[in-house]
């Protein structure tokens, strides 16, 4: 009996539920899941970063310090936390997710985590035909990464540096900062980015904290904007 032979779909399916996987084939799927290439639209969000950009406060030469601000006490940090929580096993996800939303503090930064975890949702799904229900997108990234043998430190790390090369991304497409230039702030930012995961790695609820209120004003001014690129 001749059968067909099996989808491309079907053996990605197989390959993403291997239950026991090595510390270098989650590496692998770790990078594919923060690659540019994985559709969850980040590419479309500044976090308030273009408002910043268009009215001068963020400049070429004060980026790298509104991104380690950012790292250390705004955003990067608090995603930071909720995906170290994420990745326990004891984790509750449904509530994790109602934390994240509750975290945000404007409604761009709201729909911000939300889509994005909703696209990185459906694409695990799709990846291994398990339902994965809509969360914020650390809570999601944790969820789908929580089985991984790797130290918490290691995957909250590659996570921020995912964020912070997409809005140093997002500055190279908006200032005069060729991509050259914003890679050499990536290269600064990793100390911080490495210290900051190792902190994370294990802080609890109590933890989450924001003192980045010039971000904040920016994500919600930036709503108001009548022209802009972004869509936070």
């Not at 079907?10 to 899941?33: S, V």
């Not at 503090?105 to 398990?130: D, K």
């Amino acid at each position: 009996m001749v059968t067909a032979a099996p989808s491309a779909t079907t053996m990605a399916r197989t390959a993403m539920h291997m239950t026991a996987i090595t510390a270098e084939a989650a590496r692998l799927r770790l990078a594919q899941y923060l690659s540019p290439a994985f559709p969850t639209g980040g590419f479309a969000w500044s976090q308030g970063l273009e408002w910043a950009m268009d009215q001068g406060v963020v400049t070429r030469s004060s980026l790298f310090q509104w991104l380690a601000d950012w790292l250390d006490h705004g955003a990067g940090w608090c995603d930071a936390v909720l995906l170290s929580q994420a990745l326990r096993k004891e984790a509750d996800h449904s509530a994790l997710d109602d934390l994240a939303r509750a975290m945000c503090p404007s409604s761009q930064r709201l729909i911000e985590t939300v889509e994005q975890g909703s696209a990185f949702a459906a694409n695990i799904a799709a990846l291994t035909g398990e339902a994965q229900p809509v969360a914020a997108l650390p809570v999601a990234m944790g969820r789908a990464c929580r089985a991984m043998p790797l130290p918490a430190p290691e995957i909250i790390g590659h996570y921020l540096q995912a964020q912070a090369a997409a809005l140093i991304s997002a500055a190279v497409r908006f200032l005069p900062l060729g991509p050259v230039a914003g890679q050499a702030i990536l290269a600064r930012l990793q100390p911080a980015i490495l210290t900051v995961a190792t902190r994370a790695g294990t802080a609890g609820p109590s933890d989450l904290a924001s003192a980045t209120w010039g971000a904040d004003i920016a994500a919600m001014r930036h709503e108001t904007m009548s022209v802009r690129i972004f869509r936070s």
